[in-house]
């Protein structure tokens, strides 16, 4: 994966200057950067340790001057965030998984496989599973009974994949993503304390030693299109209907999705986020890492929610919330702020006390 | 799987009406429900979606009318939560396993099988392991040196379980489940800024560079019976003996478990929760998604702690409880709300000092 | 592995005191210590239970009288904690894994293996990979394409470690670690709310529907030598440079370390922490139990975070820190006793506003 500074800018819509076909083999951090790398230098800032590398070309900003920088080559776009996406793509190596089925996967001769399939070594493909062309199986992922991957899917190593969940195209899994667990769903013969407590708050005075029997989750999980899943990510499977994920969602490592949970589309979860059950989130979320969404509430389109909160009650679309519990993030700066000042508030009111009562008493 | 209605109300226990002898195949809600289908409408809520749908048979609350409702029969249950139970169990398809030790599973010769032991594709089962009759140990798996599982067993692809760990009967393990690691415990050769912390709170001034010694377990797991694990969760090892899990108690997705820690019966441990190591958590105790328990500290029988609760210190039994540092619910809910006031308390505060200490010097 | 108490006391550096030459097969808690067993009594509390047992030796706290407590042998330590982990390291059996290359396992012949290496059962080494001599790659795990690990790996089950991935020597993985995937990475084609968000805190107002495109992985991850990584743990690789984590530092269970994360060394970092994208953590930094780590800030030496913490801004060396969002520890908890008392400040303010503003009506 070799390509000239002229190849990589027609590639970004991007701008080439000066000797734009010295061949690139990398991207690298300025100062870390040898004769053969581009230099990521998108900011004054990152263009200052430029001298301590060896860089000849580098990506630059909006009216960057190159040469000053003493670069014989440059790079520039117009929004360079969103170039570093086309650059990565081109210059990223992969896995290096091998292509075909490997001997030792087992596939059953039931499942079905499009044209141009890979599976990794130690793979199953379940009876009944349908892997769309092109896509690559990662090493010991498992595809599950009657299961159904779209076009182009990715799945990286260690991938679990229970009975019946259906996934759009060009789907992504990072190692030991899990789907379609059976979801967390359990009652008891007689009313429980928890349900007891929605009501009151309160505590429940002696504890009813009581068997909890589980709710079997009959329904499994739908994915959209381009949605990709994180590291340790786990899905639970609906109890009627399936758990839902729009088109273009992302989830990061180690979310957890609970049953019946719905998501929209080109929603952002990030690391750690827990889903509660039957919770629904709109479109264009944004929920920053370890955020907690409360079991049966609605977030609403566009809520950006920042890293730790816990959303306890519905969302109105738009919102951009913070805080345990969660309020608009505003508010919470400012009730942080209070609560800063809170000490010398107090020393205020026993000031106040001694004068107006001490006065009262001397009067 | 297919019943009639009249079969399935027997099995829960519940009272049919109507054409009990139609024949069902699914359970669905309403609004999406077919004709062979037994919608869920367990209240009026859920009834008035019965007209989007084709729903001839219908589950329903105590009272409810269900010729009115244009159904051609119903099943009442006298706690309908309760009856889902029942009813999903009946319906649930599974996974599809196929039954037998697969070919490709790796069995040590000197591994204990039960009568009907089944054994997906890829699972290693290790020397000395027994495995109850009647188990299902899934693709994947992974049954390490001398545990022991009892009698039905059912555990999903990819789970892992270390070597002397002891589970009962009927134990149910998610996707991914881990159980078994080593204790995260570490000591430094002089004692470490953590331990005088937990002496002064204060700052520790310049930090010390001291090397981490690992403090091996020797112990290992205890699972009681009709226990389940969810995907993703971990279970760490015992120090000297055994961390323990009672019979009856259920664990999320996603749950991390501390070496020593002993969580009582019938316990419901939500998604994302953390139980650091040496806590002590009674019987009929209810954590939320994303709790965290403190280490050494004691969880009394019956406490229920809402979302994202962090229990920092011991909890008497039968405690509701709520927030970060954890109190009794309302008295955290009290706390929100006085926060919310802070504002305005300061504004009159404000007015109080110039009406008394400008009257003053008025004066 | 038995050893006489002579033997015990001679690795451990400690003092072995009256019939020294009785042999030891097991370490236990004084109330379920055997006659063959070391009892752990370390302090007066669990002195105390040495009678519900039937321990003939103990390991004591220095000073403590062996005789007086009915004892044949002990064993005195100068820090009885420090002893436990050599202790521990001399009795623990392990997890009983074979030696040699299991037939089951798949080794890429362009694999580089060393001396001693035993890979277990089902588990893949790829193309390019080096495994350093006397390691150990247990069942089911994974190593990814020329990734290269040092000499003296302990890798448990469903290990996986992606391509290029780079560790020194004497690493240990739990169960299910998982290191390499991409890191989550998106950026929209033109400015996202998120990025609007960070410069107002406010709302957004209507939702764009806009698209995330994945920014890939070029880095990968590097760790040093003497790295321990818990159960389900996650670490993403780096942008364009390596995701890193420093000598001697430990991860405990389900912690998440985002792309270009950089760790020192010594740190212990519990269970559930997350830590975003670019943050960068010092040495000898200590975060308890579900402690956060914003994105792209700094975290100093010494730095020590109670559980639940998130650390939202910079935080300089030495530093104790607690809650959310994070203070000093000390600042923290005065803010708690604060809150506490908030609703009787709040009803002073009302007799004070009696008193001044009706007093001020009567004259």
């Known amino acids: 994966m070799?390509?000239?500074?002229?190849?990589?800018?027609?590639?970004?819509?991007?701008?080439?200057?000066g000797a734009t076909d010295i061949l690139i083999t990398r991207a690298a951090e300025p100062a870390m950067a040898g004769p053969d790398d581009l230099a990521l230098a998108m900011s004054l800032k990152f263009a200052e340790s430029l001298a301590e590398g060896r860089a000849r070309v580098a990506m630059l900003w909006e009216g960057a001057d190159w040469e000053a920088l003493g670069l014989e080559a440059a790079i520039i776009a117009p929004r360079p965030r969103f170039a570093m996406a086309g650059l990565t793509g081109m210059l990223d190596q992969g896995q290096?998984?091998?292509?075909?089925?490997?001997?030792?996967?087992f596939v059953d001769p039931e499942a079905v496989l499009g044209a141009d399939v890979s599976v990794g070594p130690l793979a199953v493909i379940s009876k009944g599973a349908r892997i769309g062309a092109g896509s690559v199986i990662g090493p010991q992922c498992f595809i599950g009974w009657n299961a159904t991957l779209g076009a182009g899917a990715y799945l990286r190593e260690a991938v679990s994949i229970g009975a019946r969940v259906t996934i759009g195209d060009r789907f992504i899994a990072q190692p030991g993503a899990r789907i379609?667990?059976?979801?967390?769903s359990f009652v008891t013969a007689e009313p429980s304390n928890v349900e007891s407590v929605r009501?009151?708050?309160?505590?429940?005075?002696?504890?009813?030693?009581?068997?909890?029997?589980r709710i079997h989750s009959l329904g499994s999980v739908t994915i959209g299109n381009d949605v990709e899943i994180g590291m340790g990510a786990t899905i639970d499977c609906g109890t009627i209907r399936d758990t839902k994920i729009g088109d273009g969602t992302k989830l990061d490592n180690q979310v957890h999705m609970g049953h019946n949970v719905v998501i929209g589309?080109?929603?952002?979860?990030?690391?750690?986020?827990?889903?509660?059950?039957?919770?629904?989130?709109?479109?264009?979320?944004?929920?920053?890492?370890q955020c907690g969404v409360n079991d049966n509430i609605f977030v609403g389109d566009g809520v950006i929610a920042g890293g730790g909160t816990k959303l306890m009650s519905n969302v109105p679309a738009g919102r951009t919330m913070l805080g345990y519990p969660a309020t608009q993030m505003d508010k919470q700066v400012e009730g942080y702020k209070a609560l800063r000042r809170l000490p010398r508030l107090m020393r205020d009111v026993v000031e106040l006390k001694k004068a107006v009562f001490n006065a009262d008493k001397d009067a």
Not at 2 to 17: D, M, P, Q, R
Not at 272 to 288: D, K, M, P, R, Y
């Open 265 to 289: 589309r080109n929603c952002l979860i990030c690391g750690q986020v827990g889903i509660a059950g039957s919770a629904t989130i709109g479109n264009n979320v944004v929920l920053a890492g």
């Open 2 to 17: 070799t390509y000239t500074v002229k190849e990589i800018a027609v590639a970004l819509g991007a701008s080439a200057f």
């Open 96 to 105: 290096g998984y091998a292509t075909g089925i490997h001997p030792t996967a």
């Open 180 to 184: 379609g667990g059976d979801g967390f």
């Open 199 to 213: 009501k009151t708050l309160g505590d429940q005075g002696d504890a009813k030693a009581q068997d909890w029997t």
